[in-house]
């Protein structure tokens, strides 16, 4: 996620692959840790620890619908979904540097719903439960 021409290198590695891609999932989580990858009270968020999360969380998703779109729009259907935690709607305190980018990624991901020139296909943003 943090090496988005990787990213889209990947993603055209797999449809030539597999012939396309119809359901685009976008979930980062770290499964290690991620070196600058904190998290933060909303007290004690800064430019910097908000930067990191926004990087890992949020940056990748254009890129990667960038990706698949042009395919998706050519063959009139495709997917993206965009997963985020329960805290981009219900904020949890001890995540307010995540909260705040998996909000940002749902707000976009909201905003592309709306945008008619995904033409059939279909973005969606789904957020994990308390």
């Given at each position: ?11 055209d590695a797999?449809a030539?692959?597999?012939g396309?891609?119809?359901?685009l999932e976008?979930s980062p989580?770290p ?7 904190t998290?933060?009270v909303?007290?004690?968020?800064t430019?910097?620890n908000l ?5 890992y969380?949020?940056y ?12 998706m729009r050519?063959a ?5 979904l965009?997963?985020?935690g329960?805290?981009?709607v ?7 540097n995540?909260n ?10 909201l905003h592309?719903?709306?945008d ?5 296909c279909w973005?969606s ?5 308390e």
């Amino acid at each position: 996620m943090l090496d988005r021409p990787s990213l889209a290198a990947a993603l055209d590695a797999a449809a030539e692959r597999f012939g396309g891609i119809d359901v685009l999932e976008y979930s980062p989580a770290p499964h290690a840790p991620v070196p600058g990858h904190t998290l933060a009270v909303p007290t004690e968020v800064t430019a910097d620890n908000l930067q990191s999360q926004l990087e890992y969380l949020v940056y990748g998703a254009p890129a990667a619908a960038r990706a698949v779109l042009p395919a998706m729009r050519q063959a009139g259907a495709g997917t993206l979904l965009f997963t985020t935690g329960g805290g981009s709607v219900h904020p949890i305190a001890m995540l307010g540097n995540v909260n705040a980018a998996a909000a940002a990624l749902r707000n976009w991901d909201l905003h592309e719903r709306r945008d008619q020139s995904c033409g059939s296909c279909w973005p969606s943003c789904s957020a994990s439960p308390e």
